[in-house]
């Protein structure tokens, strides 16, 4: 798997930094499940319904995913303002989570897990892939 691009506006090479990849599959203990979907995710909708190949892909799906993902919005955020409240958020936090109160509104979740190669570098390289996706 490659990235196309960098999410800093300078580049390693510029950085005088050396780069080396190392494919998931020569990872030992990587899961057949795991390798076929980064090989082809469409192939796994049956375990993953809303698999798209590429990420500017999920804006198409948006329509479907509001009609059949149905969840209490507003007790989500009810529990989201009262936490984020309580450590004192910014108004910009909390008019976001107005925001989610909306039907219309589609939302971004990711998840962080201990993992090889992971840690906080990992969850930075998450969190800025979660943004560019709701962005898309």
């Not at 080396?20 to 795991?34: A, V």
């Not at 192939?43 to 995913?65: D, S």
């Not at 939302?107 to 709701?134: E, H, M, N, R």
């Amino acid at each position: 798997m490659t990235t196309a691009e960098t999410a800093c506006k300078s580049t390693p090479q510029s950085a005088n930094l050396r780069i080396e990849t190392l494919p998931f599959d020569k990872i030992p203990q990587q899961t057949r499940l795991f390798l076929n979907y980064l090989r082809d995710p469409i192939a796994l909708r049956r375990f993953y319904p809303e698999a798209v190949r590429f990420h500017y892909e999920v804006t198409n799906r948006r329509e479907r995913v509001l009609s059949n993902y149905k969840t209490d919005r507003g007790a989500v955020c009810s529990a989201l303002e009262e936490m984020n409240r309580g450590w004192k958020a910014s108004e910009k936090t909390l008019a976001n989570i107005s925001l989610l109160r909306d039907a219309d509104c589609v939302a971004v979740v990711s998840g962080q897990q201990a993992g090889l190669f992971g840690g906080p570098l990992d969850t930075i390289y998450k969190a800025l892939s979660a943004v560019k996706l709701a962005n898309a």
